[in-house]
C-alpha cells in the first residue's frame, strides 16, 4: 500500500453507463491528481487540484467530470463514455503542486465495452 | 520542460549492477532530474531525484554528468523484482509531472 487507495480496481462499464471512480489518501496532501494510461503509450496527466481547486484541465474531453471534495478525496465521474476510454486511470497526490514526489494509487483498469 | 531521451529496453542480470541512462540535453538550470519505476500495472514509485549533485538512497542512486546533460540511475544489485519500466523526467519544481515512454528494465535469472 503506498498510502493513496483507488476504488474499484477494475470496472467495465457500457456506453451508456454512468460511474465514479474513488481515489483516497491520509497522506496529508494537499495537491492530487488524475492520470491516464491507455494501452503501449505514456501516462497523460488529465486533471490537477490544489488544496481542492482545480489548477489544471488538460483539454479532456467533458465525459470525464473530476470533483474534489476534500484535499483526502478525489472522484472521477464517469459518463457516457467511448470504447477507446478503456484504460488505466491513476490517482496520485503530492505535499503541494511544487513538492518533489508524487505518491501513486494502483489504478483502475477501466474497459468500456 | 526539458525532453528526454531513454533505450526502449534493457537486459541485466540478476544480483549484477543495473545502469539506466538519460540524457536531457535541453536542461534548465532550475530543473530537477527525477526518476520513477512502474511495475506492470501497477502505479508508478517514485526513486530518486536530484539537481547536480550525485545522489543515493535505499533503492538507487543517481549520477548526474557536471553539465547536467545525462544521468544514469544505478540499481545496485538487481533483482527479479526490478523488472519494470523506468522513467527519467526533467521538471521544475513549479511544473507537473510528465512522464515519456521510459525504458523496460528486464533483469534476468
Known amino acids: 500500500e503506498t498510502g493513496v487507495t483507488q476504488t474499484p480496481r477494475h470496472l467495465v462499464m457500457g456506453m451508456t453507463n454512468k460511474k465514479s471512480l474513488k481515489c483516497e489518501q491520509h497522506?496529508?496532501?494537499?495537491?492530487m491528481y488524475w492520470y491516464k494510461q491507455s494501452a503501449k503509450k505514456p501516462l497523460e496527466l488529465m486533471f490537477v487540484y490544489n488544496f481542492k481547486e482545480q489548477t489544471e484541465n488538460n483539454s479532456v474531453p467533458s465525459r470525464f467530470s473530476p470533483e474534489c471534495p476534500n484535499s483526502s478525496h478525489l472522484f472521477l465521474h464517469l459518463h457516457t463514455l467511448q470504447p477507446e476510454d478503456s484504460a488505466l486511470y491513476l490517482c496520485?497526490?503530492?505535499?503541494?503542486?511544487?513538492?518533489?514526489?508524487?505518491?501513486f494509487g494502483s489504478g483502475t483498469r477501466l474497459t468500456v465495452v | 520542460d526539458a525532453k528526454t531521451t531513454q533505450p526502449t529496453s534493457m537486459d541485466c542480470a540478476e544480483g549484477r549492477a543495473a545502469n539506466l541512462p538519460c540524457n536531457h540535453s535541453?536542461?534548465?538550470?532550475?530543473?530537477?532530474v527525477y526518476w520513477y519505476r512502474q511495475i506492470h500495472s501497477q502505479g508508478p514509485q517514485y526513486i530518486i531525484h536530484g539537481l547536480k549533485n550525485n545522489e543515493t538512497n535505499e533503492m538507487a542512486s543517481l549520477i548526474i554528468t557536471e553539465d547536467r546533460k545525462s544521468s544514469t540511475l544505478i540499481l545496485p544489485h538487481a533483482t527479479l523484482r526490478d523488472t519494470a519500466v523506468y522513467y527519467c523526467i526533467v521538471r521544475a519544481l513549479s511544473r507537473q509531472l510528465t512522464f515519456g515512454s521510459g525504458t523496460q528494465l528486464t533483469v534476468l535469472p
Open positions: 497522506l496529508g496532501h494537499n495537491a
Open positions: 535541453t536542461i534548465s538550470g532550475n530543473e530537477y
Open positions: 496520485a497526490s503530492s505535499q503541494d503542486q511544487g513538492n518533489y514526489g508524487y505518491t
